[in-house]
């Protein structure tokens, strides 16, 4: 089996130490590069062809936000996934990174366990948190922070009626098993709706398929 590439975005060297030792401890992960600043982290990503990028988000040169949004406007990069690592979760910032591209987001506290299992969570390209924890960062957030313009009706209105559906419930933090339950379908079926919805939507994954079903107030 081919290893997660991992590379590690953060300013502090004993900080990158730390992680390259948790990361490396994975048999199935690999750390192939180290960044101290967004800019190089945005170059690495793609020299060192990182599946993932650890991005802590207050560096020097380009900050940690800057460099996730040039990674996901980037065709080159459409592959890589951006974990972004925080001090304090609950942070106006972390809100940004979602929306600016990045697959979740875990604490710097974080237990080894918890950090590898995020890694390969965000790698198979699924959200990182338990969707509840991600759907409460971003309500609050989009309670306070108006400065995006909300997706119009005319890009929901490519959605079916169920993708529809079954995206509200998504951003109630249901699993794809207990939206089928709701729904009588099978986990295959609601995971195949999700994947139109993010393809419709040009979401990379099903966290910033929350934040649109929230910006457009698509509640279940």
């Known amino acids: 089996m081919t290893a997660v590439r991992v590379l590690l975005a953060d300013d502090q060297d004993i900080v990158r130490g730390?992680?390259?030792?948790?990361?490396d401890s994975a048999p199935d992960l690999t750390v192939v590069g180290e960044a101290a600043t967004g800019a190089q982290?945005?170059?690495l990503a793609r020299q060192a062809r990182a599946d993932v990028v650890l991005m802590d988000i207050r560096m020097p040169d380009l900050d940690g936000l800057a460099a996730t949004r040039r990674i996901s406007a980037d065709p080159d990069l459409a592959g890589v996934k951006v974990l972004i690592l925080t001090?304090?979760?609950?942070d106006e910032y972390v809100f940004e990174a979602l929306r600016a591209g990045a697959s979740g987001f875990l604490?710097?506290?974080a237990r080894p366990e918890a950090l590898i299992d995020a890694i390969r969570t965000v790698a198979r390209g699924e959200a990182l948190l338990s969707p509840a924890?991600?759907?409460g960062l971003i309500a609050r957030y989009l309670a306070?922070?108006?400065r995006a313009p909300a997706p119009t009706a005319d890009l929901l209105a490519v959605l079916t009626d169920r993708e529809r559906e079954i995206v509200a419930l998504v951003a109630t933090g249901m699993s794809n098993a207990e939206i089928a339950d709701h729904f009588t379908l099978s986990p295959l079926t609601v995971k195949t709706h999700v994947n139109h919805a993010m393809t419709k939507l040009d979401a990379r994954d099903r966290a910033q398929l929350v934040v649109?079903?929230?910006?457009?107030?698509?509640?279940s």
Request: no cysteine.
């Open 133 to 135: 924890a991600t759907r």
């Open 87 to 90: 001090t304090f979760e609950v």
């Open 144 to 146: 306070l922070n108006d």
């Open 41 to 43: 982290a945005v170059r």
């Open 107 to 109: 604490g710097k506290g």
């Open 18 to 23: 730390g992680l390259r030792l948790m990361v």
């Open 212 to 219: 649109i079903a929230y910006q457009a107030g698509l509640r």
